[in-house]
């Protein structure tokens, strides 16, 4: 007889997300913060009314793309423009500072022996810490009045370039970890890599400018029709499918830049933006982040995992703080607009977990880490609007 245990499965889900999610919202904090809480109490850690199936993994994997191609779509290329090299330049240092900071902690914790497969697992835990999540920051800034400020803007630019780089960073080690199985680097492999990810950009160009054409086509006469947000959600499937298929990249990266060539397409933009929040925020995103939430399994955790954890929370903290506002003064800016850029990029947020959850499943990431992992973000994006607040009102006025 068939079982129909997916569906309170996903019942539970969807009400229990929402709960937590409007209880996280009341406290000015993302509601993501809450899909987390929901998974991890209603998960092993919790009550255990929640496990993992196939049937979860797999609407959890299609919230995860759904996601990364929502962020590539609401990506706004004209702030990048605004202000260029600056932002460039914080989003360099604020991706390899936690890259190289909280990578480097995970390995003095655990692997310390120097070889090819450990360094890589180190960086995969490093490029978790290396995306910024800005909402809070702009929520903060938006009501204090800050938002439209060179500081305000420099931030969004840096936090749109740090997330591009993340996904290069991420494809990259994808791309490594196919055949990093023994502690020696083949140059021979990673050659074949760099290649197959040199060709994968080279492809995303290519779709880019067909795909393009396309969508500018159809959105003469359809920009408002719900034709054209199945076609992109057609679209956004299939790159993640070629990327993970044909090249060895991970698929959310596909489905990054499938939203970012899309967010050139102004007119339906907008409108297949807003047709993808509802449908992914409605089932499949709820999904995904009360997965995250049900593999934390905090009575897994020991003292060396816990001490590792409270390590880490500093470490995720301190390493954004250091480095883009210390890449804020390199491109000279005062002192107090270097420290607002740097807590202002300190939250993290689902494209944090989204890369945690592709390192374990690359077998590159230990899930025994991942109570620690979820307890960094959750803890950047409590302490963000607090700090920045402090930031903005001690200093003298923002320009």
């Not at 007889?1 to 409007?22: D, P, R, W």
């Not at 299609?62 to 706004?76: K, P, R, S, Y």
């Not at 299939?238 to 970012?260: H, K, N, Q, W």
Request: include cysteine; charge should be neutral; charged fraction near 15%.
């Amino acid at each position: 007889m068939e079982s129909y245990t997916y569906l309170l499965l996903l019942a539970i889900i969807l009400a229990s997300t929402k709960a937590f999610g409007l209880v996280t919202e009341k406290v000015h904090l993302p509601q993501v913060v809450g899909a987390l809480l929901a998974g991890i109490i209603m998960g092993p850690s919790g009550i255990g009314v929640l496990q993992s199936t196939d049937f979860l993994v797999k609407t959890a994997e299609i919230g995860v793309i759904m996601l990364m191609f929502t962020a590539g779509i609401d990506t706004e290329l004209e702030e990048l423009k605004k202000t260029g090299a600056k932002a460039f330049v914080i989003a360099l240092f604020g991706v390899f500072v936690p890259l190289f900071l909280c990578g480097g902690l995970y390995f003095v914790f655990f692997l310390k022996e120097m070889n090819f497969y450990n360094l890589l697992q180190a960086a995969f835990v490093g490029a978790v810490f290396s995306a910024t999540s800005v909402g809070i920051t702009v929520e903060t800034l938006n009501e204090m009045g800050k938002l439209k400020t060179t500081t305000g803007t420099t931030l969004l630019s840096a936090a749109l370039i740090d997330d591009i780089l993340g996904i290069i960073v991420l494809s990259i080690l994808t791309g490594l970890s196919g055949g990093a199985s023994s502690g020696e680097v083949n140059l021979g492999e990673v050659g074949g890599v760099v290649l197959r990810i040199a060709l994968f950009f080279v492809f995303v160009l290519f779709v880019g400018f067909v795909a393009k054409k396309f969508f500018a086509h159809l959105s003469e006469d359809h920009w408002h029709s719900r034709r054209i947000a199945i076609w992109a959600l057609a679209f956004a499937f299939i790159m993640s499918y070629c990327a993970e298929e044909f090249f060895g990249v991970a698929d959310i990266t596909g489905a990054y830049f499938a939203g970012l060539i899309l967010c050139n397409v102004s007119k339906s933009r907008q409108f297949v933006a807003k047709k993808f929040t509802v449908t992914s925020y409605m089932v499949f995103t709820p999904v995904f982040f009360a997965s995250v939430g049900m593999k934390t399994n905090l009575m897994d955790m020991n003292s060396q995992i816990f001490i590792f954890a409270m390590c880490l929370v500093v470490a995720a903290i301190i390493s954004k703080i250091i480095g883009c506002g210390g890449a804020g003064k390199l491109v000279r800016m005062t002192n107090h607009q270097a420290l607002v850029i740097g807590i202002g990029m300190v939250s993290r947020s689902e494209v944090a977990l989204m890369v945690a959850q592709k390192g374990i499943d690359a077998s590159m990431i230990n899930p025994a880490i991942l109570p620690a992992i979820v307890l960094s973000v959750i803890s950047s994006a409590l302490v963000t609007p607090i700090l920045l607040k402090v930031a903005v009102l001690k200093g003298p006025e923002l320009e």
